[in-house]
């Protein structure tokens, strides 16, 4: 799949694209007929809630399901990627986020980040030459705590005046303060991510996003992709495969039917 000229201009200027039906039902169905292997793996990318105990999202569902490990080189993917990125492309990371409904306590939702604080303190990933892309697995509504986005906040670099969270089990992120996110929607407001199942966002690894917690009874799960250019290897390898990714063979994409076969 080829961008138009606008779709690759828009993505520079706001940080992000939509795509309402990326993925047929028929694909969608073989996507979600992954999440209860996935999610039942005995694999060290499960994260589960401190909570309820109930699986929060897993880390590497590529490595873990070869439906996945296809996924990461749909063309519908590899493509675009590549003309936002200008180079080939390797997998950096893969994580299903489930954000079930509420159970016994509801699904703690994600505080005000940037993907690539992470990548940069953890990884040292030189440069935010990654794209983030995110596949409704479930209908996303206002109901069930969406994906919020700060249209154009890429546009800031790496904020660095926020609060750095704790490492846990190799995971951490940099929390944008409210100070900075009152000045960042000033210029781009908030765009809440919503949509049917097969609905596909592509967004900026620096463009600040998060969601709340999910108190509808309804499940949310969202398959994430990353691709990393080739020319973007990260300096310190130190974590597991799970979480960044130490092959960095450059994607031949798959045939356009790759799911379904
Ligand atoms: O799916 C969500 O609600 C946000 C997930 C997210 O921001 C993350 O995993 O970094």
């Known amino acids: 799949m080829r961008l138009t000229n606008a779709q690759v201009e828009q993505f520079n200027r706001e940080g992000y694209l939509f795509f309402p039906t990326l993925f047929s039902p028929e694909e969608v169905a073989i996507l979600e007929a992954t999440i209860s ?17 109930t ?48 159970e016994n306590r509801p699904f703690e939702g994600f505080p005000w980040h940037q993907d690539f604080s992470t990548w940069y303190l953890l990884d040292g990933m030189p440069e935010p030459r990654a794209v983030v892309i995110g596949i409704f697995l479930d209908e996303m509504t206002a109901c069930n705590a969406p994906v919020l986005i700060v249209p154009q906040s890429h546009r800031w ?49 620096n463009l600040v996003h998060g969601s709340s917690e999910n108190i509808s009874p309804w499940r949310r799960a969202i398959q994430y992709m990353i691709f990393n250019s080739v020319e973007n290897r990260c300096l310190r390898m130190t974590r597991q495969e799970h979480h960044a990714a130490r092959d960095l063979t450059p994607i031949t994409p798959l045939s356009d039917d790759c799911l379904l076969r």
Do not use: W
Not at 59 to 67: D, K, Q, S
Not at 162 to 191: C, F, N
């Open 37 to 53: 292997d996935v999610a039942q793996a005995d694999a060290p990318g499960v994260k589960r809630e401190e909570s309820s105990h």
């Open 55 to 102: 699986v929060r999202m897993i880390h590497g569902p590529h490595l873990i399901h070869e439906t996945i490990g296809r996924l990461a080189c749909h063309p519908r993917l590899i493509g675009p990627a590549q003309q936002l990125l200008g180079s080939p492309v390797y997998l950096f990371q893969s994580r299903l986020v489930l954000k079930q409904g509420l």
């Open 157 to 205: 670099g790496l904020i660095s005046d926020g609060r750095p969270l704790p490492k846990v089990e190799h995971y951490t992120q940099v929390v944008i303060s409210r100070e900075v996110l009152q000045d960042l929607v000033k210029e781009g407001g908030l765009v809440p991510l919503l949509g049917s199942p097969g609905a596909a966002f592509f967004i900026n690894c």
